[in-house]
């Protein structure tokens, strides 16, 4: 049986698709082929692959040439289960963690829920007030498998994520990561991970775009998609399994530019994340005061 041995935890938005997919590259690395199975995130709801069987079968194909076995779930730092459940699976396990401005992470997650269809107001600015809401169980769009995912000033907390996960794992077993020097020198950052990971040189030089913003050219089809699966989920019916709605959807997809929001939505973002960002400076010891300019 073979399980992994890191984690890319998250956070979500802060580049770890890019990451996940640049290890699987990697010869001696093998990636979950399934991004996200949130297996041990039990106080989350993502029952796919809750069953340990099934988790395991995702890792079947991994072989002694792969020194490092990864997969990457953008919830379990936020989950307050999944880091202790996986220290108590796999107690030598390692983490990568990527991060960025809680203020860009918020605006980007918001979008990808929009895109994802478990977001109902394309707003940014007035799904940040429903948060209050949607905390009392209220406002939950029909799509959203996990609520807690639309309380975007929680989930995009990662000084307090970060101080969590430290007082949880030895630091010499967390590799810390954030999105804007992998921008300003993919590769350097990119070595840093090669070593944390105890693996060689791969030679890459090239680290292209992953998971840009996107749009649906057509709202409707993805609503259809998704209200056909979750009938199907709740029915116990397998589906047909012809790959249809996913090659449709795939047509459905465009990139776009980022949203931009407006200023005083901005100042707004900053007040609320300061103490936050103020709190992952004192946990990495790294000045961060350039995101609440």
Avoid at 23 to 34: D, G, I, R
Avoid at 159 to 175: K, P, T, Y
């Amino acid at each position: 049986m073979t399980l992994p041995n890191f984690f890319i935890p998250g956070a979500a938005k802060c580049g770890t698709t890019a990451m996940a997919h640049w290890l699987a590259e990697h010869p001696q690395v093998f990636m979950s082929p399934v991004k996200e199975p949130h297996h041990f995130a039990s106080d989350m709801n993502y029952p796919e692959f809750a069953d340990q069987r099934t988790y395991e079968r995702l890792f079947r194909d991994a072989s002694e040439v792969h020194r490092a076995v990864g997969e990457a779930s953008v919830w379990y730092l936020y989950s307050q289960q999944a880091v202790p459940n996986i220290r108590k699976a796999i107690p030598d396990s390692k983490f990568i963690v990527m991060l960025r401005n809680p203020v860009e992470m918020a605006v980007a997650l918001h979008e990808e829920a929009v895109f994802a269809g478990y977001e109902n107001e394309v707003r940014f600015e007035r799904a940040w007030t429903l948060q209050e809401a949607r905390r009392e169980g209220r406002k939950i769009p029909f799509r959203c498998p996990e609520p807690r995912l639309l309380l975007y000033g929680e989930a995009c907390r990662l000084g307090e994520q970060v101080e969590r996960l430290q007082r949880q794992v030895d630091a010499s077993r967390v590799l810390l990561v954030f999105l804007e020097d992998v921008r300003k020198d993919a590769r350097a950052n990119w070595l840093n991970v090669l070593e944390f990971l105890g693996l060689e040189d791969d030679g890459r030089v090239a680290f292209d775009s992953v998971n840009q913003a996107k749009e649906r050219r057509m709202p409707m089809l993805k609503w259809i998609n998704d209200v056909y699966r979750i009938t199907r989920e709740r029915a116990g019916f397998p589906g047909l399994n012809t790959g249809t709605f996913e090659f449709i959807d795939r047509l459905n997809r465009r990139v776009r530019p980022r949203g931009k929001i407006p200023e005083s939505m901005q100042k707004e973002l900053i007040a609320h994340f300061t103490p936050d960002v103020q709190l992952l400076e004192r946990v990495t010891g790294r000045d961060l005061r350039h995101w609440l300019s």
